[in-house]
């Protein structure tokens, strides 16, 4: 057969793309930033554009090359958003690091990344002073501020300001044109057991995931829309929402690092946001300022919760108190992060209102672009029965193949396995409804089980632990401590949970212990994890 080649253009899907777009045909839509300094900052994308230009040119001359990693430690801002164009848009590599994680855990990821470049925000200058000295690839350290904010003195060397570095280039460069499948960015999980791994997004597989993002049976955005983030950039690029807002040229609201509950709704009301995205715990802060202080919104249309499964007592809340509709969403950063929505189809338009609550309280449905299966321990697909759980696994033009600097893939025949325990109903709604890879989401940020066990052993007292995850009203998870102590030995609740001050952050401490005599063993030596949860399901916390 003579295949007839396709006669369209060649244009690679380069990420450049989006922000020339939004420069081109939205220029003077608004970007509007809380600083740090709690000031608000407004500009258009068509002079984001134009910085974002500036900055590749300025990272040039520090001697950046194509498929350099320039580091961020920042919160949700207009300069965070002109690092995300610079580099990706000039074949540099975007590497957004958490800046809640611990110093150590910092400096591995950014060492493990080789960054050459580290951006940071003013309020991080004494953490980036703390961890400088050990992030041995990182040849510039460069403050998010202006000549006024650098510190008069500092033990940070050579440190240079961003924005004389910005302000002295002239924008007069053209976005090079290259191989979509480069890499962009790259993200660390740290949501699996051992050292967090990178996940490496390219330009393909971002603008593809942002035409996804946008919609209308997923994020649903569009150019009259003002969209706040909550969820940081520094989370699986804040869901994809700086990339999928140039693509349709929306308003964007960036909160900086003001999450409470009080500051959100003055920005969402003085700038009437319509939309936004971010974890369960953050939607918490807001509802209980609105309620106690008896608080509408006037212009809030819809959120997508995700991140960590959104209780449905919020789904009712936001729905029925603020007229606000609520997109249940499940993802990773392996995914980039998008996988599923919950939103109802036309059948279920005439369902009971509780019939409808109960499918969107589910993580929902794929989108195009991933394809997903449950499968039981050899592999075998289950069926879509709404009851039967297996793993979930997917596959699609955003999910990882491989992670960086690690050999072999984790892909299994195919199909990259979550670590999710899914069901699957007849409708295709996903529910998530345990997780097979040990580790605690405790608001929407990861602690990992196995690195509290460890820490615990170290206690002269203790013989064996175990941490396992628990439901808590406020924080979804938390961790609780079991542990078996040694013959004779004794130690106090109190002791073991003193015992972690200063050597993992305060947040990741376990919120209680249980002494047991023994724990529950698999036929292979292994601690049954499972049986904890079980036995510990409904514990109840002694400090809520
Ligand atoms: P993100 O936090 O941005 O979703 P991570 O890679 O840090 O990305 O975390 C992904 C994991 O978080 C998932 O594998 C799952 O365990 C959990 N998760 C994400 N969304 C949900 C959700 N809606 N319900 C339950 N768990 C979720």
């Known amino acids: 057969m003579n295949s007839l080649p396709g006669q369209m253009m060649q244009m690679p899907l380069l990420i450049s793309s989006l922000i020339t777009h939004a420069a081109r045909h939205s220029g003077d839509t608004e970007i509007v930033s809380k600083r740090v300094e709690g000031d608000l900052h407004r500009y258009t994308w068509s002079e984001a554009e134009l910085r974002s230009r500036k900055l590749a040119q300025a990272l040039v001359k520090l001697g950046c090359q194509t498929g350099d990693r320039v580091g961020t430690l920042a919160w949700n801002g207009y300069r965070h958003l002109e690092i995300y164009y610079g580099t990706s848009g000039n074949g ?47 040849e510039h350290f460069v403050l998010l501020g202006g000549r ?27 976005w090079p044109t290259f191989d979509e499948n480069t890499a962009s960015g790259i993200c660390y999980t740290s949501g699996t057991t051992g050292d967090p791994k990178g996940a490496v997004y390219s330009h393909r597989s971002t603008v593809l995931h942002s035409y996804a993002a946008a919609m209308p049976d997923a994020m649903n955005i569009n150019s009259r829309d003002v969209v706040l983030p909550v969820v940081p950039m520094f989370h699986v690029n804040a869901w994809g929402i700086p990339y999928a807002a140039a693509m349709v040229g929306c308003k964007l609201v960036f909160p900086g690092p003001h999450l409470d509950g009080k500051s959100l709704y003055e920005l969402f009301e003085a700038e009437q946001v319509t939309f936004s995205a971010g974890v369960p715990t953050v939607w918490l802060g807001l509802l209980t300022h609105m309620q106690t202080h008896r608080l509408k919104f006037s212009s809030f249309r819809c959120t997508v919760i995700g991140g960590a499964a959104c209780p449905p007592s919020m789904i009712d809340t936001l729905e029925d108190d603020y007229g606000v509709e609520v997109v249940h969403a499940w993802g990773m950063t392996e995914l980039s992060p998008l996988g599923t929505l919950s939103r109802l189809r036309a059948k279920h338009l005439g369902l009971p209102k509780e019939d409808q609550r109960r499918l969107l309280a589910k993580q929902g449905k794929a989108i195009f672009g991933i394809d ?13 029965d709404g009851s039967v759980s297996g793993d979930l696994q997917v596959q699609g033009h955003w999910v990882v193949n491989t992670y960086f600097g690690i050999s072999g893939s984790p892909l299994q025949d195919g199909w990259f396995p979550t ?23 405790s608001g929407g940020e990861w602690i990992s089980s196995i690195a509290l066990e460890n820490l615990a052993v170290g206690h002269p007292a203790v013989h064996q632990a175990a941490v396992i995850s628990v439901a808590h009203p406020q924080w979804g998870e938390r961790p609780l401590l079991t542990v078996v102590l040694k013959p004779g030995a ?37 601690i049954q994890k499972l049986k904890l949860r079980e036995a510990f399901r409904n514990h109840q916390w002694s400090q809520p």
């Not at 975007?94 to 309020?123: G, S």
């Not at 997903?372 to 879509?384: E, H, K, N, S």
């Not at 409708?427 to 580790?439: A, E, P, Y």
């Open 92 to 138: 540099l590599i975007c590497h957004t690091v958490n800046p809640r994680l611990f110093p150590q855990q910092i400096t591995w990821i950014i060492n493990d990344a080789a960054d050459r470049v580290l951006c940071f925000d003013l309020n991080l200058l004494p953490l980036v002073e703390k961890i400088a000295a050990d992030c041995k690839t990182v």
């Open 148 to 174: 006024s904010q650098m510190p008069a003195q500092t033990t940070i060397p050579n440190l240079l300001c961003y924005e004389e570095l910005v302000e002295a280039e002239n924008g007069d460069m053209v």
């Open 372 to 384: 997903m299966r449950i499968v039981d321990g050899a592999g075998t697909a289950l069926p879509w």
């Open 419 to 441: 670590g999710d325990v899914a069901t699957i109903d007849a409708n295709g709604f996903m529910q998530i409804t345990d997780r097979s890879k040990d580790v605690i989401k």
């Open 490 to 526: 004794s130690a106090t609740r109190e002791e073991l949970l003193a015992f972690y001050a200063g050597k993992i952050p305060n947040w990741q401490i376990p919120n209680d212990v249980i002494f047991l005599p023994e724990l529950p063993h698999t036929a292979t030596g292994k």
